[in-house]
């Protein structure tokens, strides 16, 4: 075979290689939709440190959370109405990022993988979700945060298959962390901040970089 054919040959395998990919897994997650959700994180925990008064070194008693009450907001109003506006800022940036790689590459945002992607992660999230309400209605409020880092984790695990696999590893990280902080519930906003936030950023540069800078 000679070069020309040879080189042709190669050429035809990777776009194979690259339709089979397209069809099977969704390549158009932006690295930098994980930098801006790990932006959003680390001021919802600082609002929430400042609130709970962590940078001045008071500990959070959980066993008085309920009637815990400052800037005229109930602790628990207060924590629920930051989460919801980190989720939802962290959501409509993932989108955003997303939809103007998918733009650039000429892909379709919206297909059976993406489907098939949102309910793999969706499934861990929502059973994650009515067991941190099991825990609140219960009292555990020590354990939500490591909770919500570990069926994160779950979650990004299940749906990697449909995704870049570099989304596994950043699952995985987010499951140990969850675990740890179990045992050290008096760190859960840190290890939040860490998981949800420093975590998102390294693995949102990491992303970028590696598919997305060229």
Known sequence: MTQ????ESLDTLQAIRSLMERSSR????SGLSGVSAGICALIGAGVAGVYLGRFDGQELNYDNFYELERWGIKASTFMFLDATLVLIFAVLSAIYFTTR???QKGLKVWDAVTRRLILSLAVPLLAGGVFIMALLYHGIIGLVAPCTLLFYGLGLVNASKYTLDDVRQLGYAQI???????FNVGYGLESWAFGF???????GFYMYYKYERS
């Not at 020309?4 to 080189?7: A, L, N, T, V």
């Not at 140990?176 to 179990?182: A, M, S």
Request: one cysteine or more; hydrophobic letters at 50%; a positive charge.
């Open 4 to 7: 020309p054919q040879h080189q």
């Open 26 to 29: 969704f390549i158009s997650l």
């Open 101 to 103: 790689k998918a733009k």
């Open 176 to 182: 140990v962390l969850g675990l740890i902080t179990c």
């Open 197 to 203: 936030g420093f975590l998102h950023i390294a693995y």
